[in-house]
T-cell receptor, first 113, second 109 residues
Framework: EAQVTQNPRYLITVTGKKLTVTCSQN?????MSWYRQDPGLGLRQIYY???????DKGDVPEGYKVSRKEKRNFPLILESPSPNQTSLYFC????????????FGEGSRLTVL | SQQGEEDPQALSIQEGENATMNCSYK?????LQWYRQNSGRGLVHLIL?????REKHSGRLRVTLDTSKKSSSLLITASRAADTASYFC?????????FGKGTTLSVSS
């Protein structure tokens, strides 16, 4: 089944404790992206990647890192999480790098205390 | 920054009725897309309409695009309870899809 898989789906952590949210897609897509969704603010792009070893900042990259060592994986790293990073996170991929059509994961709900 | 803005923010209808939601955007586009999100779940792509198209259909969905007014509408005909979800329009800005804040549709039986 074609899908984007995120883990963990739910996580409660404390300020400053490094964490990684994994994302993997099995559709051989070139393009991958991370969004966060917050009430009243909608979906905002954090980082995106056009291909292996090619990543770039979205609208809200502060406090996050990403890597794209393999085509299928695009982990989101929070080196020192803070409460303002409490959010619902989505990974998405697209078969094209223009004319994007995004396939989303099920989301990862992160709470930072 | 938001490119598209949906209207209304919330819509409540009865099963069998039609639901119409609108999207306005600010800059010129190559295409516009609509996505659905069931509560707390990932977004699902519904339909893409290109800038040279005026109307597009997919099952019970009908999307229109008016580039002169920079607006699009999504019509869901004969709504079902399973259509209860949030609906988002999205446009491309460079290498990103920018989403509006969505219309929350509630269909009661």
């Amino acid at each position: 089944e074609a899908q984007v898989t995120q883990n963990p789906r739910y996580l409660i952590t404390v300020t400053g404790k490094k964490l990684t949210v994994t994302c993997s897609q099995n559709m051989n897509h070139e393009y991958m992206s991370w969004y966060r969704q917050d009430p009243g603010l909608g979906l905002r792009q954090i980082y995106y990647s056009m291909n292996v070893e090619v990543t770039d900042k979205g609208d809200v990259p502060e406090g996050y890192k990403v890597s794209r060592k393999e085509k299928r994986n695009f982990p989101l790293i929070l080196e020192s999480p803070s409460p303002n990073q409490t959010s619902l996170y989505f990974c998405a991929s697209s078969p094209r790098t223009s004319g994007l059509e995004l396939f989303f994961g099920e989301g990862s709900r992160l709470t930072v205390l | 920054s938001q490119q598209g803005e949906e209207d209304p923010q919330a819509l409540s209808i009865q099963e069998g009725e039609n639901a119409t939601m609108n999207c306005s955007y600010k800059t010129s586009i190559n295409n516009l897309q609509w996505y659905r999100q069931n509560s707390g779940r990932g977004l699902v792509h519904l339909i893409l309409i290109r800038s040279n198209e005026r109307e597009k259909h997919s099952g019970r969905l009908r999307v229109t695009l008016d580039t002169s007014k920079k607006s699009s509408s999504l019509l869901i005909t004969a709504s079902r309870a399973a259509d209860t979800a949030s609906y988002f329009c999205a446009t491309e800005r460079g290498t990103a899809l920018i989403f509006g804040k969505g219309t929350t549709l509630s269909v009661s039986s």
